[in-house]
């Protein structure tokens, strides 16, 4: 599958929406505007766009709603993110990492191999890690890898029977008004731009349960616990309430520049704190607990 004239290729997986495009390269011109032409069309040329079984497809072939392509993503250039992740656990069947903030967990945009995913491999020598969640590039903290394709379905059974107990931290203003405990359900959506997510009307589809854990002269330190884990669903449900998170670029508003370099020195406020689960291969009650603080 692999191309040959790419000696570091990390591939991406995409499957096809519905949409007006006759071919290929038309589709994914369109479809990602800041990648050239031109540049497609050498990554068609080259093999570097194919379909699940490692067969190159053509810059003509027809675009087909459903249709999985893997393409192998390249970057000119690409912005070291001048922090570390650790390892807090490896073994037969689980990595648990944590991540620091700005440092995404997969390939996207203008990040191929400054990944979280594509470190551990190196790292490890384990090529066939695969998360089994993810958290924002802007947000730090413990994010779960499979290792063994054989139990990697029992681990993704717990996130999607809820059976994973996920807590984060945030900096954020205070809500003297509010009463706490409280839980925050709404209905989720794409926004506007498509990389957003919005509350809008009707029937709930996520929830939180938010505590304040310290009131700070400043911002309050809160308490997170996402029972469902939609796109943004923290940053966004804190910004509904009035208390949008410390440095968060996006919500409630989005940043003016945002095609600014990352200002390495105010990261967002938000912190994947611990996990906790009943280990599906062993039986045992896991806990992990990140190293980084707010």
């Excluded at 053509?58 to 999985?68: F, N, T």
């Excluded at 802007?138 to 029977?161: C, D, I, K, P």
């Excluded at 506007?192 to 509350?199: G, I, K, L, N």
């Excluded at 505590?211 to 700070?216: D, N, W």
């Amino acid at each position: 599958m692999l191309p040959p004239d790419s000696p570091v290729p990390v591939a991406s997986r995409l499957q096809l929406p519905p949409g007006p495009w006759a071919t290929l390269l038309e589709g994914l011109c369109a479809r990602f505007p800041h990648i050239s032409r031109e540049q497609w069309t050498s990554r068609f040329a080259r093999g570097c766009v194919q379909d699940p079984h490692g067969v190159a497809l053509a810059a003509d072939h027809p675009w087909r709603a459903g249709l999985e392509l893997v393409y192998f993503r390249e970057v000119e250039d690409e912005t070291p993110i001048p922090f570390t992740e650790q390892v807090l656990h490896h073994d037969a069947h689980l990595l648990v990492a944590d991540k620091p903030h700005f440092l995404p967990v997969v390939p996207a945009g203008r990040f191929v191999h400054e990944t979280l995913l594509a470190r551990l491999r190196l790292k490890t020598g384990c090529q066939d890690l695969v998360p089994l969640h993810r958290i924002d590039r802007l947000t730090a903290g413990l994010v779960l890898f499979s290792v063994n394709r054989q139990s990697r379905a029992a681990y993704q059974a717990l996130f999607r029977e809820h059976a994973i107990t996920k807590r984060y931290e945030a900096l954020a203003p205070a809500l003297p008004e509010a009463v706490f405990p409280m839980e925050r359900r709404s209905r989720l959506a794409r926004g506007e731009p498509f990389f957003t997510t919005e509350e809008v009307p009707g029937e709930p589809n996520s929830l939180t349960h938010i505590q304040v854990l310290e009131q700070g002269a400043g911002d309050w330190r809160y308490g997170l616990e996402p029972v469902t884990g939609r796109k943004h669903q923290l940053r966004v449900h804190m910004a509904a309430l009035g208390a949008p998170i410390r440095h968060d670029p996006w919500y409630p508003a989005l940043a003016s520049d945002q095609e600014e370099a990352d200002d390495f020195a105010h990261p967002l406020k938000l912190l994947a704190r611990s996990v906790a689960f009943v280990d599906p291969t062993s039986g045992a009650v896991r806990h992990f607990q990140s190293s980084f603080r707010l």
